[in-house]
């Protein structure tokens, strides 16, 4: 689908698809996603560059994503959407600047671009032009990720709570709740899920970062006009904000590692305490059985077989032999 947008009262417009086959020529902004060949071609032959298909985008090495080719500057980041089943899905956006328009290619839905958009179509106060446009889209995305990322670390608290949760009497002392109701294998999986879909938001701020990059170094080049001072400035404060996103993504894996960690450990006691438990019935059961195991044994002279109140002291001697091990376990708090 191919998306033509201009501009009129410092407000962006979208062009009606029945405007015509070609593009517009006060056309600032074309948004295709996942193109078909034939829209590819209209815009190839309308601006004279070469748009790279979506196998393209997915063997492009990363170190090739930057580049300016006919004039034109091609910039490919990684962006992340949550999918309606909140499974995270990244996907290469291609963003390319020729003649101050601005062409994106995807094939996925970031949230981001349909938020920007009805934004968009209200008066703005920064140019609105291709390099306008693209710096209001990369803000809106990296606004997008502060609130994904915002959603992780509630979710990192409120797992970090069920895994180390206490609760405060009356009396102001921590007592331990019952971690029988927490099934620390959901645990697991929020963790897993949620470090999948954090490493995933750094991979897409480095690449964001380092297409910011590459934009100043293009923006050095340019003649310095009053736009040019206005976008290089922005662009500093996205490159700020986007440091600042990435050192909370690493702040957060480190929180999902330790969690990861803590969960594991406290996996380990609870079968470290299911086996002292069999351990203990074990050794409580073991001089009962050995009573019984010598009376049960079949030779012809055993004094205690004849005499009358052998077999209650047998029973009261197998009782004591148990009682006697668990009320030591329970003087050492083993139990």
């Not at 191919?2 to 979208?14: R, V």
């Not at 034939?38 to 979506?54: A, H, N, Q």
């Not at 059985?289 to 030779?299: D, E, P, R, W």
């Not at 029973?315 to 050492?332: D, G, N, R």
């Amino acid at each position: 689908m191919l998306s033509a947008f201009g501009t009129a009262h410092d407000c962006l417009t979208e062009f009606p698809p029945s405007a015509g086959p070609g593009i517009p020529p006060d056309c600032v902004w074309l948004d295709l996603v996942e193109p078909t060949a034939e829209e590819e071609t209209l815009v190839e032959t309308s601006l004279g560059i070469d748009i790279p298909t979506r196998e393209e985008l997915a063997e492009i090495e990363a170190s090739s994503r930057l580049y300016q080719e006919d004039g034109a500057a091609f910039m490919t980041a990684n962006l992340i959407r949550r999918g309606d089943n909140d499974e995270p899905e990244s996907s290469p956006v291609t963003f390319i600047i020729k003649d101050n328009t601005l062409i994106t290619i995807r094939y996925h839905h970031p949230q981001a671009f349909p938020a920007y958009v009805k934004r968009a179509m209200k008066p703005q106060t920064t140019a609105m032009n291709g390099w306008g446009i693209l710096i209001s889209l990369l803000e809106a995305v990296v606004d997008r990720a502060a609130d994904h990322l915002e959603r992780a670390g509630q979710i990192v608290d409120d797992t970090s709570k069920k895994t180390f949760g206490t609760k405060r009497a009356l009396s102001g002392v921590h007592k331990q709740q019952p971690r029988r109701s927490v099934n620390l294998q959901e645990l697991i999986e929020n963790i897993g899920e949620e470090g999948d879909f954090v490493s995933k938001m750094r991979e897409s701020l480095v690449s964001i970062g380092r297409m910011v990059a590459f934009m100043q170094a293009i923006s050095d080049q340019m003649r310095e006009n009053k736009f040019v001072k206005e976008n290089k400035a922005r662009m500093k404060i996205l490159q700020r904000d986007i440091v600042s996103l990435t050192d909370h993504a690493s702040f957060l894996s480190g929180k999902i590692a330790f969690l990861l960690d803590a969960v594991l450990g406290l996996i380990s006691i609870e079968q470290n305490g299911i086996i002292k438990i069999f351990s203990v019935a074990a050794v409580v059961f073991l001089p009962p059985t050995l009573v019984a195991s010598i009376y049960g044994m079949n030779f012809a002279f055993m004094p205690e077989l004849q005499w009358p109140l052998g077999y209650p002291l047998a029973l009261v001697l197998m009782l004591v032999s148990a009682v006697l091990p668990f009320v030591y376990f329970k003087q050492k708090g083993w139990l």
